[in-house]
């Protein structure tokens, strides 16, 4: 008997990896019949950076991120998905990923867009999709390739 997952969630960043696990992750909800949660982390540690907290800041993120979901949530439908929830969470996007989201709303599969960190980069803060590979319990599927499963170019 083939796995059918029942609850899956793509994490977007506004990266073009991020994406591409987005569009597969529609591909793959319409297979199984499935719900899609998209989550969208505000990582609110780089606020901290700022001196003093500005909340316009955390609004201007937030109000972003409402439109990228809601330009999602248009594309999954126009592809016949229809169960479609979205989630903004703030905080640090690892453990909210891996462990959070798929917890509260049941979730079976984690899908994400492959790092676009160099290996300095993943020694010194890791890439969340390792890290998600590390923690998560339920199965996670790191994509690196298009619909076509053409292997897509970096632009660096």
Same mark, same amino acid.
């Given at each position: 008997?083939?796995?059918? !997952?029942? +609850?899956?969630?793509?994490?977007?960043?506004? /990266?073009?990896?991020?994406?591409?696990?987005?569009?597969?992750? @529609? /591909?793959?909800?319409?297979? &199984?019949?499935?719900?899609?949660? %998209?989550?969208? @982390?505000?990582?609110?540690?780089?606020?901290? +950076?700022? /001196?003093?907290? =500005?909340?316009?800041?955390?609004?201007?993120?937030?109000?972003?991120?409402?439109? +990228?979901?809601?330009? !999602?949530?248009? !594309?999954?439908? $126009?592809?016949?998905?229809?169960?479609?929830? +979205?989630? %903004?969470?703030?905080?640090?996007?690892?453990?909210?990923?891996?462990?959070?989201?798929?917890?509260?709303? =049941? @979730?079976?599969?984690?899908?994400?867009?492959?790092?676009?960190? &160099? $290996?300095?980069?993943?020694?010194?803060?890791?890439? @969340?999709?390792?890290?998600?590979? *590390?923690?998560?319990?339920?199965?996670?599927?790191?994509? *690196?390739?298009?619909?076509? &499963?053409? %292997?897509?170019?970096?632009?660096?």
């Amino acid at each position: 008997m083939l796995q059918q !997952y029942k +609850t899956i969630l793509v994490a977007v960043d506004g /990266s073009s990896e991020a994406e591409l696990a987005f569009k597969k992750a @529609v /591909s793959v909800t319409q297979r &199984n019949q499935a719900k899609l949660i %998209i989550a969208h @982390v505000i990582d609110t540690r780089a606020f901290q +950076t700022v /001196s003093s907290f =500005d909340g316009m800041l955390a609004e201007q993120a937030t109000e972003m991120a409402k439109q +990228t979901l809601q330009d !999602y949530v248009d !594309y999954a439908k $126009a592809q016949e998905c229809h169960d479609v929830t +979205t989630v %903004i969470e703030y905080g640090t996007p690892k453990p909210i990923i891996a462990k959070q989201i798929p917890q509260e709303h =049941d @979730v079976d599969l984690i899908m994400l867009g492959a790092t676009g960190l &160099n $290996a300095v980069e993943r020694l010194f803060i890791g890439s @969340v999709s390792e890290y998600v590979i *590390r923690n998560a319990t339920c199965d996670v599927l790191v994509v *690196r390739t298009d619909l076509e &499963n053409k %292997i897509v170019k970096n632009k660096d």
